[in-house]
């Protein structure tokens, strides 16, 4: 096996560990006199008006996807980040008409105004 | 049993429970959360093949982003508590139909295997030699230099598609 | 895989907790001793001597608090909204190295918890898991203010993610390996922060941005969302949060330090190793400052011209400046080691000219208004 990813699967349940131990604490040591005006969703002291969750804007769909994108992009460069001395110019051109692909998608993006917030 | 085979078939278990728990789900943010156990999963088995590039890749790709495109979908449409009744009466026969011949292949596949006695892949110390990153980036640009280029259009396409999707035309209320 | 081994291991991981908590503790009272100075007061200063009791008294306080759950909050999700974001801050230092390794009872002790080839892969995977706390806790509160700052603090995460990303990758370029081991190595003579000065700065900004601080901190501004996605939490559960927070800060600048400000490398450190540690600790010191006067100085940036910062500016910027550096190693490898310096020098004239649009483009606006 290896040996290192072993070694952060040990650290990752050490520190979950530690999470549910501090609200392990939290639950046992508070107090629990919970009232139906304590359980009432916090808004500012005014009586909560309509549903909790609703549904948000679409904006921020596209954002994701954009995000996802550039994501997977990024993902890319980082092996070209290693070998991008022995590929040479060669190398550099090609990830540069990857790109520009890219890029034209880009410009399209912010000439719709998809990178707008209103 | 080795250490390996004893972890593998525990995450194996761990991935079919976090498929079935997704399409158990009532509620669709469960479904995702469970989706998104399932992809842990399946980067380490990546892991375990001694492909850590792809394993992590998996997670930032799959987990961190596709992932939080769906929290995203499912927030916006408002969508987290799934309806009681089937919306597509003829879905439930077709997917069993359809899961049965994915077995009946893998079954097949795995049982014209079975001669072959190799053991689990079980990567040793040089997986984790900068080398074999360096390697596997070389062959990429190299040798799958097309399948490369080409992936970039289809992000174009993604992006335009989404844009088209989402925003109005000017003039159009 | 030995006994041992794995007792090493679990010790390890037990004790950069602990200094991760106890500097999460003591960054909070450093924070407010600190804004306190900037703004002519005091700050604490009564529990103990100069107040340095201050985060324990903090800590028991939290401890006896009443925890509330809204009475339509999904349970399940809110209990554990505050360790699905505490987990991702704490991991992410795996791979931070604070040293290289010392003698200890008789064995060679590593001073980080594993060191992997894909390191800076590791940290952006982890990064990217963070964001599931902030959209869970957010939703799970069944309160708008939460829902609203949830969604605002996951989508301002991730735009600024990417220029984080290839702010790595400048890095990755000059050091040409994605160990963290290896990229602390290559700075052995020169820091990257004067090869890519603006590398560095996008990092310093987009981290800003990540981890939620001024003036990146629309999602949690008290005023408009009274306090964002953690606004129903309270004792521990609000203390995990906050503590996440502080966490994400502590261990982006030793990532920052790591990358772009030569580690653990310092004077003398390899004659004796255990001065790795005090080096972190002080260019640590150093980097959380500036976050601090950041938050002492700046006012909140608008929302939708936050998001527009980091789409418009720093991606075109962050791209452009991975294909300098990609280009002058290029050159400096074939032609001549000398014009390694043409990478700060377009990078420089890169940041000039993108200051100089935002300028033009601000002046315009203020000109259309008028």
């Given amino acids: 096996m290896l040996l290192e990813y072993t070694a952060i699967a040990a650290f990752i349940i050490v520190t979950a560990a530690i999470g549910f131990i501090a609200i392990g604490l939290g639950m046992l040591f508070g107090p629990k006199k919970s009232t139906d005006k304590k359980a009432m969703p916090y808004e500012s002291g005014m009586n909560p008006i309509g549903p909790g969750t609703r549904r948000m804007p679409v904006h921020f769909y596209l954002i994701a996807v954009l995000f996802i994108l550039f994501d997977i992009e990024v993902v890319f460069l980082l092996p070209y980040a290693i070998a991008f001395r022995q590929l040479g110019l060669f190398g550099l051109i090609e990830m540069l008409i990857f790109i520009v692909i890219l890029l034209v998608g880009y410009f399209y993006a912010w000439k719709k105004g998809a990178l707008e917030w209103e | 049993m080795d250490l390996t085979l004893i972890l593998f078939i525990v995450l194996a278990v761990v991935a079919i429970l976090t498929a079935l728990g997704m399409l158990a789900s009532r509620s669709a943010i469960y479904a995702a959360l469970f989706l998104v156990l399932n992809f842990a999963t399946v980067a380490i088995f990546y892991l375990m093949l001694g492909a850590p590039f792809i394993a992590m890749a998996q997670v930032t790709v799959y987990a961190g982003a596709i992932m939080v495109l769906f929290l995203f979908v499912i927030m916006l449409l408002g969508a987290e508590k799934l309806p009681k009744g089937e919306v597509l009466p003829w879905q439930r026969p077709l997917a069993i139909g359809l899961a049965a011949v994915l077995l009946a292949e893998a079954g097949y596949l795995l049982f014209q295997r079975l001669h072959i006695t190799a053991g689990l892949a079980n990567p040793g110390a040089e997986v984790n030699a900068p080398e074999a990153i360096q390697a596997m980036a070389l062959s990429l640009f190299n040798q799958y230099l097309l399948p490369f280029e080409v992936t970039s259009v289809l992000l174009l396409v993604a992006m335009v598609g989404v844009i088209v999707l989402t925003k109005k035309e000017k003039g159009e209320s | 895989m030995t006994f041992a081994l794995l007792i090493e291991w679990l010790i390890k991981g037990f004790v950069l907790v602990l200094v991760l908590l106890g500097g999460f503790a003591y960054l909070t009272l450093y924070e407010r001793k600190a804004l306190a100075r900037i703004q002519v007061r005091i700050g604490p200063n009564r529990a103990g001597p100069w107040g340095i009791l201050q985060p324990i008294a903090d800590a028991i306080k939290l401890i006896f608090k009443e925890e509330l759950i809204p009475a339509k909050a999904d349970k399940l999700l809110f209990i554990l909204a505050p360790v699905v974001t505490l987990v991702p801050a704490l991991v992410i230092t795996a791979v931070v190295p604070w040293g290289s390794e010392i003698m200890m009872f008789g064995r060679v002790i590593t001073l980080y918890i594993a060191d992997i080839n894909v390191g800076v892969l590791y940290i952006m995977s982890v990064a990217s898991i963070a964001v599931y706390g902030v959209v869970l806790a957010g939703w799970s509160s069944n309160n708008k203010y939460a829902m609203m700052g949830g969604l605002r603090s996951s989508a301002q995460m991730i735009s600024y993610e990417m220029s984080l990303g290839l702010a790595f990758i400048s890095a990755i370029m000059l050091a040409g390996s994605m160990r963290m081991l290896d990229i602390v190595e290559a700075q052995r003579t ?21 981890v939620n601080r001024p003036p990146f901190d629309m999602p949690e501004a008290e005023q408009e969302l009274t306090a964002g996605y953690h606004v129903e939490y309270s004792g521990m559960k609000f203390a995990l949060l906050f503590m996440a927070e502080y966490d994400k800060m502590i261990a982006i600048s030793a990532i920052g330090a790591t990358l772009f400000f030569g580690g653990f490398r310092g004077p003398f450190v390899d004659t004796y190793p255990w001065l790795g540690p005090i080096y972190m600790l002080l260019k640590l010191v150093i980097l959380l400052f500036g976050m601090i006067w950041v938050r002492a100085t700046f006012p909140r940036i608008r929302y939708d011209r936050l998001m527009a910062f980091g789409w418009k500016v720093m991606l075109p910027l962050s791209l452009a400046i991975v294909f300098i550096t990609a280009a002058g190693i290029l050159l400096a490898e074939q032609v001549n080691p000398l014009l390694i310096w043409t990478v700060p020098a377009l ?18 606006k203020e000109y259309a208004r008028a």
């Fill in chain 3, 347 to 364: 990078s420089l004239l890169a940041g000039v000219f993108t200051i100089a649009m935002i300028d033009r483009e601000l002046r315009r």
């Fill in chain 3, 190 to 210: 020169l820091w990257f922060v004067l090869l890519q000065p603006v590398g560095t700065a996008i990092f310093l900004i987009a981290t800003l941005a990540e």
